[in-house]
């Protein structure tokens, strides 16, 4: 019965995922509001000034990237957003923001000149491959002006505090003895109707998104480790989620990775 209940399961797309999900959206982010803003005053506090322009990719409703916007005087917003249930959440007709119904994976239809780009809340997670992923940074990197900053948080796969450490112990011996490309991929539901709804994922690890930063020829300039329940920061990556700011391709090869926070021993 549980291998024909797993068989039956229904996978969704991320895109049909987030239109099931849209008129609940708000609900399931108040949930993890103490995060969400932990990330967005750590991303505040770090837009370079004179920043003029931001690029949110996987913008939801649209709502977050424009409060970034608007804390720092940021008058042109571009909202990348593939979910018409979603989209539904943007401003119309507002001077200077624009909503595109757009993947990750569409970048390349893209202008550059973004001051500020944001991926948050392990967006990066729902694109299928490592290639892809490698090629979404890669584009951020060619869309970013010269002196802007790429912002992109992920699920940490080795997050102790809120996986659990037998969770964690598995995922880190898995890691070590069956390396695979595949070895992060999970299952996400939103439990907010009379059936879950579930979507594919991925979750990383610190030296997996520093390879595919390395890859797509971008450069870390900072990590924070930021608990996925309080939002508050901490030193040891097993206690959170993380957060990365990346550097323009253009002064990467100038630039050495500057880690905020040591090297976990689960990382």
């Not at 102790?160 to 539901?189: F, K, M, S």
């Amino acid at each position: 019965m549980r291998e024909r209940a797993l068989r039956e399961t229904v996978i969704h797309d991320p895109v049909a995922a987030y239109d099931a999900i849209a008129a609940s959206y708000n609900k399931i982010a108040a949930r993890r509001a103490a995060y969400l803003d932990g990330i967005d005053r750590l991303i505040t506090q770090l837009i370079p000034e004179g920043s003029r322009s931001l690029l949110d990719i996987g913008a939801g409703d649209g709502r977050r990237g424009l409060r970034l916007a608007a804390a720092r005087d940021i008058n042109t917003v571009a909202l990348v957003e593939p979910s018409a249930g979603m989209r539904a959440g943007h401003p119309r007709g507002r001077s200077g923001v624009e909503s595109l119904p757009l993947r990750a994976e569409d970048l390349h239809q893209l202008e550059p000149g973004f001051d500020v780009i944001v991926c948050l809340w392990n967006v990066l997670g729902h694109v299928a491959t490592r290639a892809a992923r490698i090629e979404v940074l890669r584009q951020c990197g060619r869309l970013v002006s010269p002196s802007g900053r790429i912002f992109i948080d992920v699920s940490h796969r080795y997050n102790a505090r809120h996986y659990g450490l037998a969770t964690t112990a598995a995922r880190y011996i898995g890691d070590h003895l069956w390396p695979r490309e595949t070895q992060g991929d999970v299952v996400v539901a939103w439990h907010d109707g009379p059936e879950p709804i579930r979507t594919f994922g991925h979750v990383f690890t610190d030296s997996e998104v520093h390879g595919m930063c390395r890859a797509a020829g971008l450069a870390v300039e900072r990590r924070f480790v930021v608990d996925y329940a309080t939002g508050r920061e901490h030193r040891h990556a097993s206690q959170g989620h993380l957060l990365y700011v990346l550097r323009h391709p253009a002064t990467a090869a100038a630039a050495a990775e500057v880690v905020t926070c040591p090297q976990a021993a689960l990382a």
